[in-house]
Every structure is written in structure tokens, then in C-alpha cells.
């Protein structure tokens, strides 16, 4: 557990294997089963039961007051039920994020071979031109295709491709809401809260409480990039939301021009290029930040259109089962959430026979 600093309260249950803990800020806590098993302990500190001392700079908790906490708790079967049903969600959010990754991986690396490395799929047209019609389906650039020098770029780029700005596929920032229309209530999206493709939390706040810059308007399909600090990675493709979703201007919101763009703007403006050129192009002392234009003015290989629209067929079954996984984990996180809390205290139970 972590006791001050980094994330206060952060508990996992170490599994046996060799390790050496340096960091004073982390506590050892050696539980013995025969009174109460591991994973109701571990969902037990999920509630945050101590209280937090503030400190000169941080808060903390002290060790003392982790050895006076006294456990409510009930008999063993009953715990171990309850950790079975809590830890049975969180293996199930876990298993999602897991397939997400793997998914997103994929079509990253797909994005990576056709436009980066122009290995996609050679047509017959361009197969027939080089003489060789049985090289159709084959990769590009592998397969002998013809590459021209781009004097914008400074590299070879495919027969028939041009030079451009990831720009020229989306539009940026181009729904705001106006003094007149703003509604009674908003569901808030933010920088903390958004993070390497996901949207964590969504805010419900009454137009008094919104902060100012709650200001964009988001709509699914769009790409947002947090403009403060690029390398935090606060970025996200906007799913299908049953409302109107509402995001801070510290995001720069790009929206594709068709829905094919989705998958190809959302995977080139968030790739590692171009974050670490956002990175090093931020501005300030305290919070580094760049114009929301400069976002998608990323210079690339322009490719045909068929091709991008290739590139929607190929990958858009997978972005839509991430957002459906995504949709699932929220909905088994608010239930465990609910869960936790009435388990703990005996206000729901398991349906356990105890002896």
C-alpha cells in the first residue's frame, strides 16, 4: 500500500514472487488468512477506511493508524464469496482493457505498414503498370512499387501520393457551445480524466458548476488531444454516448471530414510521432502547452482515398467492439462500485450459509 505520496491508498496484493521494495512510501501489511483472506482485506482498503494526515507539503497515512483500524468483518466463507464476486468484475474490466489493447495494437501496426512503411496492398492498376499483374494484394514498397522523391518531405513516397497535413482529413474545434444555447446540464469530459484512448469518468454538472473551459462540443467519432503537457497521453476517440458529451478547451477536438476518416485520424494524430513532436514544440515553464492548430500539423504522405477508406474496412469492426468493451467497463465499474461499499457493511450479502 502506498502510504504517502504517488496515488495515497493504492493497495495490491503482492504475489509471492522475488521482489525488493526500496520506497519508504510503501507499506507491508502481512495478514493472516485464518482470520480474514486476502482479497476481502484488499477490497476492504478499496473504501478507505483510515484517516489521511496532512503533511508540510503531502498527505500521508501513518502506520499507526493502519495497526488501530478495526475490521468489521464477516466469517471466512462469506469473505472469500465476497472477494470471488468483487474480483470477478475487476478480472472482467481487466480482461476488456486487455482485448482493447491488442485490438488498437493491431490497427496500429496495420497504419504503420500502409502508410509509414507503404507496404499496403499493391492494385492491379499499379501491378500492370510495374508489368507484374500477379503482384496484385502484395505489398507495396516490398514488391518492387514505384517510389518518388518528395522534395516537402525528404523521402521517397509512393507513385501517385502527394504531401500534406493530417489536417486535411478533419476539422478542428468546430462545434462550441454559445452563451444563448448552453444547456441546463452538461456531462463533463477532461484532460485528468482522459488518458491513452480512454475517457475514464464523465462529470454530470449543472450549468452554474461547470467550470469556463467546458466549452466544446464532442461528437462521436471525433479525436481530442489535450494541448497541456502532450506527453500525458490525454487523448481519446469520442464514443457513442447516450448524451451530449462536453469537453474542456484544454483539448484540441479534430472531427473527421467523412465517418471513414474515424480510425485513420484517430490512430495518425495520437501516434508516437506525433506526440512526441507536439512534446517538444510545447511552450511555457509551468504548463507546457501548444495551439490546438498545430495538433493536426503533422506533414505526411497524403495517400488515394481508396485507400483510407481500405483502412476504415479493415479496422473499423475493431474500433467498434473497443467501444463497445469501453461501455462495459464503465457499467461493471459503477457496479462494483455500488457493490463495494454495501458488502462491506453487510447491506448486501452473498447468500452464504455460515457456521
Excluded at 468483518?73 to 482493457?97: M, R, S
Excluded at 451530449?244 to 484540441?252: D, K, R
Amino acid at each position: 500500500m502506498i502510504s504517502a505520496a504517488g496515488t495515497l491508498g493504492k493497495t495490491v496484493i503482492y504475489n509471492g514472487s522475488p521482489s525488493y521494495f526500496q520506497d519508504s512510501n510503501i507499506v507491508w501489511i502481512a495478514n493472516d488468512e485464518s482470520k480474514i483472506c486476502n482479497s476481502f482485506l484488499y477490497y476492504y482498503y478499496q473504501t478507505k477506511p483510515w484517516q489521511t494526515t496532512s503533511g508540510s507539503t503531502i498527505n500521508r497515512i501513518y502506520n499507526e493508524d493502519l495497526r488501530s483500524l478495526e475490521i468489521q468483518h464477516p466469517g471466512l466463507p462469506t469473505q472469500k464469496k465476497i472477494g470471488t464476486v468483487l474480483t470477478a468484475l475487476d478480472a472482467k474490466i481487466e480482461l476488456n482493457n486487455r482485448i482493447n489493447a491488442e485490438l488498437e495494437g493491431m490497427a496500429k501496426l496495420l497504419y504503420d505498414y500502409w502508410f509509414v512503411q507503404f507496404d499496403f496492398p499493391m492494385t492491379a492498376a499499379q501491378a500492370a503498370a510495374l508489368g507484374k499483374p500477379h503482384l496484385t494484394g502484395h505489398p507495396y514498397r516490398a514488391s518492387d512499387g514505384k517510389m518518388i522523391y518528395n522534395e516537402t518531405l525528404k523521402r521517397d513516397i509512393p507513385e501517385g501520393w502527394t504531401d500534406g497535413l493530417m489536417a486535411n482529413f478533419c476539422s478542428l474545434n468546430s462545434k462550441s457551445w454559445g452563451r444563448d444555447d448552453y444547456p441546463t446540464k452538461i456531462h463533463y469530459v477532461d484532460l485528468a480524466n482522459t488518458k491513452n484512448g480512454r475517457i475514464n469518468q464523465v462529470f454530470t454538472l449543472r450549468k452554474e458548476d461547470a467550470p469556463s473551459r467546458a466549452q466544446r462540443m464532442l461528437r462521436a467519432g471525433d479525436t481530442i488531444i489535450g494541448t497541456v503537457r502532450p506527453e500525458n497521453c490525454s487523448f481519446a476517440c469520442v464514443p457513442i454516448f447516450e448524451k451530449q458529451l462536453t469537453g474542456s478547451t484544454g483539448f484540441a477536438v479534430l472531427t473527421p471530414n467523412t465517418p471513414i476518416h474515424r480510425e485513420f485520424n484517430y490512430i495518425g494524430l495520437t501516434s508516437e510521432f506525433n506526440i512526441k513532436r507536439l512534446s517538444v514544440i510545447a511552450s511555457g515553464a509551468a504548463y507546457p502547452a501548444v495551439n490546438p492548430e498545430a495538433v493536426a500539423a503533422m506533414q505526411m504522405a497524403i495517400p488515394p482515398m481508396h485507400l483510407v477508406e481500405a483502412f476504415h474496412q479493415a479496422t473499423s469492426a475493431s474500433f467498434n467492439l473497443i467501444e463497445n468493451n469501453n461501455q462495459q467497463n464503465q457499467e461493471l465499474t459503477q457496479l462494483r462500485d455500488w457493490l463495494l461499499p454495501m458488502l462491506m457493511n453487510g447491506q448486501v450479502t452473498v447468500g452464504t450459509n455460515e457456521r
